[in-house]
C-alpha cells in the first residue's frame, strides 16, 4: 500500500473531497438528495407534454435523424406554453435502431432558452425526453437515477410525461434532469468549473499525454475558456497510481460512490463498458463524476455478457474491457483502505435503497403511476403484456426481469461480499470473464464492440 505509508487515509480523501453540497441526502432511493423541488420531477404523475413542430421540419427532422439538427418549435406542458424553443433527436446507438425500425419514437432535447434568454419552464432551461429503448417496464432510468441519488451522487431527478409531437401520440418518456448550469449551481461550491461529456478514447481516463489534443472524445460542455490542464493532471494522477496525489485532482469518496452504484446495477453503458454515459465536472482543479443516461441498468446492455455473467458481475472488476483499461477502478481499488471503504459502500446500497423490499416498494409505486399511460401508449417498443412481465420475469429482447435482478443480483453480491464467489476476474474484466459470448481479444468484432469504437481495439 505505496501512499498510505505515509499516512495516508480516508480521512485525508475526506478533507480534499470537493463533495457537492447535498451529498448527505437521504436514504430512500425515491428522494432527490438535492436543494428544492420541481413539479417537473415529481414522480407521482405523468404530465402531459406537447411540441409543436412546422410539418416541414417534422419531416426533415425524420427523414435524417442521425444529423440531429435543431429545428424551432413550441412547447406545451401541461397549461404552459413557450414559445420559440429548439428541438433535437438525440442519442446514440439507440438513435440508429429506432431510425432503422422506421419509428418514430425517437429521444429529445428541447432548449428553452437559446432564442429566449432566461425562458425556464418550473426552473428548467432544458428538457431531457428519453423513450425507454430496450426497456419493457419504462422504469429502469428512474429507478437507476433514485438508487444514485440515495447514494449520495450529485444525480439528475427525473419525472415522466405522455408526449405528443404535433399530432402523433409518442407516449410515455421519461424526463430527465439537465446536467447543466442550475444543476451545478444546486449542487456545487461555485457551479462555474468546467464540465466535460468525454466519449472514447478520452472517457477510459487513460493517461495519452500531454497535450489535450492527445484526448479525442473529450467533450466540453461549458467553460472551455478554463483549460485543460486539470484533466490532465487527473489522468496522469490516475497513471501513477498514487492517491495522496489523486486526492487533489478528483473527489475520491464521490468517485467510489458512482463505481459501487454503477456495479451493482450492472450498468455497462457507463464508464465500466463504453467509457462515456458520464460527466466530469471541474471545480478549484479538482473533478466529481456525476452519472449520466442509465436507461441500460439492471444488466440490459450487456456488453456481450449472458445472462449469468451480467449476474455475477464481479465488483472489483465490474468492467467490459480489461481492468487496465479503466484507472478509475484499478487504481482505486488497489489500495486496501479505498477498496475496504468500497465494499462498504455497496453494503450500504444492499441494506438500503437496493433492499430487496425497498426496490419492490419503488418499483410497485412508479408502475402504478405511468401503468394507465403504457396501457394507452401505442408507439411504445413492447407490449403492454411484456410491460407488466418485465416487473418480474426476463423479456426477450429486453432485459432480465427487474425484481429478478434485485434478487439474484443482491444475492451474487453478497457472495462476493463474504467471499464464497470471486470478486474479480483476474484482470480480464467482469463481462470477460463471466459469461461473455465473444470475450475481447476473440478476433470477432461482436455488436457490442461495433456500437462502441474504443471497447476492444484489437477486435474492430
Not at 411484456?386 to 453480491?413: H, K, T, W
Request: proline share 5%; with cysteine; hydrophobic share 40%.
Amino acid at each position: 500500500m505505496r501512499a498510505w505509508r505515509i499516512g495516508f487515509g480516508l480521512a485525508l480523501v475526506a478533507a480534499f473531497a470537493c463533495t457537492p453540497t447535498p451529498a448527505d441526502g437521504p436514504a430512500d432511493a425515491g428522494s432527490a438528495s438535492d436543494p428544492g423541488t420541481s413539479s417537473l420531477f415529481a414522480e407521482d404523475r405523468v404530465a402531459a407534454l406537447r411540441i409543436e413542430l412546422g410539418a416541414d421540419d417534422w419531416a426533415a427532422m425524420l427523414a435524417d435523424p442521425e444529423a440531429e439538427v435543431w429545428f424551432p418549435g413550441a412547447v406545451e406542458y401541461d397549461d404552459a406554453r413557450l414559445e420559440q424553443v429548439q428541438v433535437r433527436v438525440k442519442g446514440n446507438s439507440s438513435l440508429r435502431s429506432v431510425a432503422a425500425m422506421g419509428s418514430h419514437r425517437f429521444s429529445f432535447k428541447v432548449d428553452l432558452n437559446d432564442t429566449l434568454e432566461d425562458q425556464e419552464l418550473l426552473g428548467q432551461s432544458k428538457l431531457v425526453l428519453n423513450n425507454g429503448f430496450k426497456d419493457p417496464t419504462l422504469l429502469r432510468e428512474a429507478l437507476a437515477y433514485g438508487v444514485a441519488r440515495a447514494a449520495g451522487l450529485p444525480a439528475s431527478r427525473t419525472g415522466f410525461v405522455d408526449l405528443w409531437v404535433g399530432d402523433e401520440h409518442l407516449g410515455l418518456y421519461t424526463l430527465v434532469e439537465d446536467v447543466g448550469g442550475r444543476f451545478l449551481d444546486e449542487r456545487f461550491q461555485d457551479g462555474d468549473g468546467i464540465l466535460y461529456q468525454p466519449e472514447p478514447p478520452a472517457g477510459e481516463l487513460r493517461y495519452r499525454g500531454d497535450s489535450i489534443e492527445d484526448y479525442p472524445g473529450l467533450e466540453v460542455e461549458r467553460h472551455e475558456e478554463l483549460g485543460h490542464a486539470a484533466y490532465v493532471a487527473l489522468v496522469a494522477a490516475l497513471q501513477v497510481g498514487d492517491v495522496v496525489a489523486l486526492a487533489g485532482h478528483l473527489d475520491v469518496e464521490l468517485a467510489l460512490r458512482y463505481l459501487s452504484v454503477n456495479a451493482l446495477l450492472a450498468n455497462l453503458d457507463s464508464y465500466l463498458g463504453t467509457a462515456h454515459n458520464y460527466y466530469l465536472y471541474g471545480e478549484d482543479q479538482r473533478f466529481t463524476v456525476i452519472p449520466w443516461d442509465m436507461n441500460e441498468a439492471f444488466g440490459v446492455f450487456t456488453c456481450g455478457c449472458d445472462r449469468a455473467g451480467l449476474i455475477a458481475l464481479p465488483i472489483e472488476e465490474p468492467t467490459c474491457a480489461p481492468a487496465e483499461a479503466r484507472p478509475l477502478v484499478t487504481t482505486l481499488l488497489a489500495e486496501a483502505e479505498l477498496a475496504a471503504r468500497y465494499r462498504e459502500l455497496i453494503g450500504e446500497l444492499l441494506d438500503g435503497p437496493f433492499a430487496e423490499d425497498a426496490m419492490a416498494a419503488r418499483v410497485d409505486a412508479l408502475a402504478a403511476v405511468v401503468r394507465p399511460v403504457v396501457a394507452a401508449d401505442t408507439s411504445k417498443f413492447f407490449t403492454t403484456e411484456q410491460f407488466e412481465q418485465g416487473m418480474e420475469s426476463d423479456v426477450p429482447g429486453g432485459g432480465i426481469g427487474l425484481m429478478s435482478f434485485v434478487r439474484e443480483r443482491r444475492a451474487a453480491v453478497a457472495a462476493q461480499l463474504d467471499g464464497s464467489a470471486p470478486a474479480d476476474a483476474a484482470g480480464q474484466g467482469g463481462c470477460r470473464g463471466g459469461g461473455a459470448a465473444n470475450p475481447c481479444g476473440d478476433g470477432v468484432c461482436d455488436q457490442a464492440e461495433q456500437n462502441n469504437p474504443g471497447l476492444c481495439p484489437q477486435d474492430c
